[in-house]
């Protein structure tokens, strides 16, 4: 396929409000992914967390899809430029506005002036500032995410750098209760340094011995340091194959847990390469994804299987309380 990107860029620009004094880590523009290419060899991206992502959208009165913020453990630091309403999720980055800690999972008003700073970890990886009107950038692909390893969306295709400038566009909806709106605390997550995520088995189970996935249900893993947006790399007992790691290559899915010759596990994230050539073992269910996306380096995980039909409900009844939340969003 050849790329047009330059018919992809129609979009009217948007309104600068943020300047950025320090990237920190690791931030990008990200919404909820590239769908439709990988295909010809490019990621998915978007929010490795879309739970805390369309959270944050939810509470500043933006379709979910719209572009946030992704925060990377530490770091970053923005000065405002324009009056507005934004809302941080996600992990506990230690988020200040002047030096002063702010609340997350809920909406604050920032004035001209005001310095937005997130200055350590205090528990989960990544968090997300969403903006009222959503983070401005040209659509690539029907996408507005940082795909760094193609070096598109987001601002050409990298993390922020000091003295890029940030752009929201229009507020969609005028009858939004946006003042003091926040989340109730029994949804807001909590992230911990032992995380339990439920698998369903597949598709290549076959490939694994009776003791190897007995094994992976009943072993606790490390979370190496090999850990970004593609995949997330696990240290713990190996998991022996039948007949060998090596399949016919084929797509691979957002949480699909590859298992190559090594025998460790690697789960893999929004980030991931299109296709891959060992066998996995299982997937996360979608519901369980977002703790996958705040894991870091020393964190452990168990794993603990499911059914289809188990996967299938906890989905709806996650959906379900968006639904709520969207409904009680607007007057």
Known sequence: MKLKLSKVLLEKGGVTIFEVLN????????????????????????????????????????????????????????????????????GDLNFTINGSPVQSWKTIKVNEGDIIRFTGCNSGCRAYLGVAGGIYVPKVLGSRSTDTVGKIGGIDGRPLKKGDVIQVGKQPTNNFRIIKRRLPKELIPSYTNSVNLRVILGPQEEAFEQEAIDTFFSSKYKVTKDLDRMGCRLEGPILNHTKGADIVSEGIFFGAIQVPKNGQPIIFLVGRQSIGGYTKIGGVISVDLPKTAQVKPGDHITFEKVTVEEAHRLLKERERKFSVLKMHSYS
């Open 23 to 90: 990237p920190g880590l690791f931030t990008t523009i990200q919404d909820l992914g590239r769908s439709g290419y990988q295909k010809y060899g490019l990621a998915v991206s978007g929010s490795a967390d879309h739970y805390s992502h369309r959270l944050a959208n939810i509470l500043v009165g933006n379709p979910e899809s719209s572009a946030v913020l992704e925060v990377t453990l530490m770091g970053l630091k923005l000065l405002t430029l324009k009056n507005g309403f934004i809302v941080v999720t996600g």
